[in-house]
C-alpha cells in the first residue's frame, strides 16, 4: 500500500521534529535510573525477539538523523539487527535521536524497561503527534523509517 505524500498543513515536520525531541530530552530529566553502555545486545532484535515500534513523528526525526549521516536509505542487515547499526563499528548511527522504544524498553543491560506508569504521559505526546501528522498508529521501526525514506524520495 502507498501512502501519499502528506501536506502537514496544519502540522508541520519541523514542529513534529521539535516536538519529539522535547519529549525526548524530557525523558531524559526524569529519575529513573538508566545506564546505557552501548553494548547493542538489544538492537539484535531476532535475537531479542523485540523489535521498537514508532511514532510518525519518531520515524520522521530517525529518518533526518539518518540522512545527517549522508545516508538515504537503511543499510541491509541479514543477522536481524537493527539496521541503524553502522555496518563496520555496529553502533547506532542516529544514537542521540534513537527512538523512544530504544530509550525505553528493550535494554537490561542499562536497567530493564521502564514501567509504563513512569512514562505514559510521553507516550500519549508522542501517539497525539501521530495523529496530527495523520500517522496511522506506531509501525514496526525499519518499517516506519523506510516509509518516511520513500516518502521523501517521491
Known sequence: ??????SYSYYSPASALADVKAIYEELSQRPIERHCTLKTECCHFLQTGKTPFLTRGEALLAAQALGNTGRKELPKRIDGACKLLHPRTNRCMIYQDRPFGCRTHFCQAAGGPYARKEVVDLIHRLEEIDRKLEGQGSQELHTAIEEVLKEQRH
Open 1 to 6: 500500500m502507498r501512502r501519499a505524500k502528506k
